[in-house]
């Protein structure tokens, strides 16, 4: 079993959208969260403690998270997908993205 974290700024389009398509699929739990103050659902320690492999959506999300949770992320799987702030949730050019860029990993 994989255990999926996905991540971005505020949790509310790019890291729900990948939830939501690979909390489906076979062997893969997911979960999401975001960094910025206002996230809908912040980062938590637990989460990352909890997670096998950690996609973010971009390359500062990885500098704070390291800051953050140094911790929690020793031996952690991390992969940055370069995935800007330019889709809405379930977008399909958003979801066609992240299909390309994280299934690859969870093989």
Not at 20 to 48: H, K, M, Y
Not at 70 to 85: H, S, T
């Amino acid at each position: 079993m994989h255990r999926v974290l996905f991540i971005c700024s505020r949790n509310r389009l790019r890291s729900p959208t990948a939830e939501q398509i690979f909390s489906g699929r076979n062997g893969i739990e997911t979960d999401s969260g975001g960094l910025a103050p206002d996230a809908d659902s912040p980062v938590t320690p637990d989460q990352v403690q909890w997670a096998d492999v950690i996609f973010v959506m971009e390359k500062s999300h990885k500098a704070r998270l390291g800051k953050r949770f140094r911790a929690q992320l020793n031996g952690k799987r991390m992969v940055c997908l370069d995935i800007p702030d330019n889709y809405t949730f379930m977008q399909p050019e958003l979801v066609a993205l992240l299909e390309k860029k994280v299934a690859p990993h969870l093989r």
